[in-house]
């Protein structure tokens, strides 16, 4: 039987990732062949997890971690993967983001975090003219990092939205429609209130682009700015406390998340759920 491959598990997070299962995999005294029957998979697909060629995906990885007792470990390792997956401006902020116990954004779209499906996958085939990658392998990295809402103990999230962000038709009437339905949803959650700031209640010159703050288990606190094709992350706690104010000025021109509940409803009523009548 021919030696396995060699792996440099230094090479990139996918090539850790697959290191760890085969250490993990060889101490439990299984083969290829027995990984691959515990998580419904051939052995060929284990060899292509652990050498990197092609890493596994969300539903894979939750099997992964379960067959070989690794108690989350492994799927926090292959959250970073889909960090190095996206733009080298955004990396830093994913990372933090999914740590933090605090989550406060404002933008002009729904944020990646309240998302659902088919929203990402219209964003994600819209901006392919300015980024690289498929977006059959973006829109699953981006879902996956919603996992942090449905924990034992997720972040207290607030999720300000522009109204413009419920009237850009993003995938269609459908897409839109369901996008809607889902921010109900999670404003319904008691750790999440979605709040929207009406046409004319903020000056528009306060903020082009999106902001997020985020507080860390140990209170500190950081600053996530975003527009096309750029991004800048801040801990300096000056400029931080800045984009404080500049948030808790936008949080006051919002709805409350009760208001604003009734009114994304109506949107969606009037907006999105409509029919058109048959052709005659």
């Known amino acids: 039987m021919p030696a396995p491959k060699e792996l440099d598990p230094t090479a990139s997070v996918a090539a850790y990732l697959g290191a760890q299962i085969r250490r993990r995999r060889e101490a439990r005294g299984l083969t290829q062949k027995q990984l691959g029957q515990l998580v419904f998979v051939s052995h060929n697909r284990i060899a292509q997890i652990e050498l990197a060629t092609d890493p596994p995906g969300w539903d894979m990885i939750k099997l992964l971690d379960a067959a070989l007792e690794a108690n989350g470990d492994l799927i926090d390792l292959w959250r970073h993967i889909g960090v190095a997956r996206v733009d080298d401006y955004a990396r830093i902020f994913l990372l933090r983001q999914g740590q933090a116990r605090v989550i406060q954004s404002y933008g002009p779209a729904i944020p990646?975090?309240?998302?659902?499906?088919?929203?990402?996958?219209?964003?994600?085939?819209?901006?392919?003219?300015?980024?690289?990658?498929?977006?059959?392998?973006?829109?699953?990295?981006?879902?996956?990092?919603?996992?942090?809402?449905?924990?034992?103990?997720?972040?207290?999230c607030r999720f300000t939205l522009d109204e413009s962000a419920l009237y850009r038709n993003i995938g269609g009437r459908h897409v839109m429609g369901g996008q809607l339905a889902h921010l109900l949803d999670l404003n319904a959650r008691p750790r999440i209130d979605v709040q929207v700031v009406p046409f004319g209640a903020l000056d528009p010159n306060v903020v082009v682009g999106s902001l997020c703050l985020l507080t860390m288990p140990d209170g500190s606190r950081a600053a996530y700015t975003e527009g096309l094709q750029t991004g800048r992350f801040?801990?300096?706690?000056?400029?931080?406390?800045?984009?404080?104010?500049?948030?808790?000025?936008?949080?006051?021109?919002?709805?409350?998340?009760?208001?604003?509940?009734?009114?994304?409803?109506?949107?969606?009523e009037e907006r999105y759920l409509w029919e058109l009548p048959p052709l005659t």
Do not use: C, H
């Open 112 to 156: 990646g975090l309240a998302q659902t499906e088919g929203y990402a996958r219209a964003i994600f085939s819209a901006g392919m003219v300015l980024s690289d990658g498929s977006v059959e392998e973006k829109v699953p990295i981006r879902l996956a990092r919603q996992v942090i809402l449905d924990g034992d103990d997720p972040p207290w």
């Open 234 to 268: 801040f801990e300096e706690p000056e400029k931080v406390a800045r984009f404080t104010v500049l948030y808790d000025r936008i949080q006051a021109a919002a709805l409350d998340p009760e208001m604003s509940a009734a009114f994304i409803r109506n949107v969606m």
